[in-house]
């Protein structure tokens, strides 16, 4: 979490903190947004439900959202281990059988729900942003996954 050197004005941030700030916005709201994501996401993708089968699966729901989030602060922190992270977890979900139309449903009920959730109070611009890096993130998961 980076502390805002602003004083409220939302046209001055960065699109880092822009992300941030929509971050710190839901966790006032608080509400863990993890079953909505995962109800949009198989209502969007039956087939994936299927690969949630096991207690263990279905245990790591709020693991896989901490780690989307944290890989688009990555990428916008331009650490540099990002595409590493990135190729690690397309390899591992290889094997247990996620495919592309799958992160299409995920990613897009990821966003759909945080929006959703932030009401009132979501920034376009920065609704934007986290659109713009997730598209970016999902060419990146389609190259390994070529
Ligand atoms: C960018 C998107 C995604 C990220 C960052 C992500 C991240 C993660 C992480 C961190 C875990 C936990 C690994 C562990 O500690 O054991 C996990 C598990 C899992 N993910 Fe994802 N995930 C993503 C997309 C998907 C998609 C699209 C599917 C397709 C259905 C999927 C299916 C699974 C399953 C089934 C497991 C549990 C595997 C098991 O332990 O049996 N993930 N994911």
């Given amino acids: 979490m980076v502390l805002l050197n602003h004083c409220g004005n939302e046209s001055s941030m960065n699109d880092l903190q822009r992300v941030n700030h929509s971050l710190e916005q839901l966790a006032n709201i608080g509400v863990d947004i993890t079953p909505a994501v995962y109800a949009r996401f198989f209502a969007a993708c ?3 439900e299927s ?3 096991t207690a263990e699966a279905r245990a790591v729901q709020g693991k896989m959202v901490n780690e989307l989030v ?4 990555d990428r916008l922190g331009e650490k540099p281990y990002s ?3 990135v190729e690690t977890m397309v ?9 592309l139309p799958m992160y299409d449903a995920f990613l897009a009920a990821f966003v759909d729900t945080l929006e959703e959730t932030l009401g009132e109070e979501a920034s376009p ?3 934007t942003v986290w659109r713009r890096e997730l598209a970016s993130l999902r060419e990146q998961i389609a190259g390994n996954l070529a």
């Avoid at 944290?70 to 602060?73: E, M, R, S």
């Avoid at 390899?91 to 495919?99: F, I, L």
Wanted: cysteine-free.
């Fill in 46 to 48: 039956p087939p994936a």
């Fill in 51 to 53: 690969l949630f089968g």
């Fill in 70 to 73: 944290q890989t688009i602060l």
């Fill in 83 to 85: 595409p590493v992270v």
């Fill in 91 to 99: 390899s591992d979900h290889d094997s247990w059988g996620a495919t």
């Fill in 125 to 127: 611009a920065t609704m």
